[in-house]
């Protein structure tokens, strides 16, 4: 598949409206912007045609959520991840995503960090900080497609992160557990476990971290390390 910000918007856009999900025939770009305006949007059937054809590539948030909701698949789709809704499920933008990759972050982070960092990798573009704390803040809500790739890439999570609430969960949950370890001073164990959290369910995870938090806590294995003294002697 195409890597995620090198054209896999507009190979998605353009392979649901030749095969949309609910449809036996194709979607034309006419039928699919009056499908988003009776959903209450508002996107031109000729800015869709030049989605498809990669002629433009930085769309809005709210377009990709309109155009997922017209197509009946999850926005995170368009973003590399997954396409299925669930049953009685309304997925959207995760406000509260961006500052739990702040709080959950190695170190101190700054928006002038983030900023600076995604700015000058110029992959995904520019971004500044002032809308970095925009978005934090909930003064803005509709970040463009690039300014999504770049928080995404720079915090190491997938782009989907951004929508789905299910692979959040995953996600934020595996975060915290590292911190949690490099909070212990395991850094060395963090890392190689790190390498094989795709290989770890979450309770084995888990118990890792717990067995090493038990091990660290002041006194509780002061009796056994006194006895495996005594025995060495």
Not at 46 to 56: D, S
Not at 67 to 88: I, K, M, N, T
Not at 208 to 220: N, R, S, W
Not at 225 to 233: A, H, P, T, V
């Amino acid at each position: 598949m195409t890597r995620v910000g090198e054209g896999l918007f507009a190979a998605v856009l353009d392979d649901l409206c030749r095969h949309p999900p609910a449809r036996r025939r194709r979607l034309s770009n006419v039928e699919l912007a009056a499908a988003i305006r009776d959903r209450g949007g508002d996107i031109g059937h000729a800015y869709i045609a030049q989605l498809r054809k990669g002629q433009k590539d930085n769309p809005t948030r709210q377009a990709i959520e309109d155009l997922a909701g017209a197509l009946d698949v999850h926005p995170a789709y368009f973003v590399g991840g997954r396409r299925e809704l669930a049953e009685g499920e309304s997925p959207h933008w995760r406000h509260e995503a961006l500052k739990t990759l702040f709080d959950t972050a190695h170190g101190t982070v700054s928006p002038e960090d983030v900023a600076a960092a995604i700015s000058s990798n110029g992959r995904f573009g520019s971004i500044s900080a002032s809308y970095i704390r925009e978005l934090l803040n909930g003064v803005s809500d509709n970040p463009r497609l690039k300014h999504i790739l770049g928080l995404a890439e720079h915090f190491d999570v997938p782009p989907a992160y951004f929508f789905d609430d299910r692979l959040a969960r995953w996600v934020d949950s595996e975060r915290a557990d590292l911190v949690q370890l490099r909070e212990l001073g395991v850094v060395e164990f963090v890392t190689r476990l790190a390498g094989k959290v795709p290989e770890l369910s979450q309770q084995t995870r888990r118990a890792t971290i717990q067995a090493i938090a038990d091990a660290l806590e002041p006194g509780k294995y002061e009796g056994w390390f006194i006895r495996r003294d005594q025995e060495s002697r």
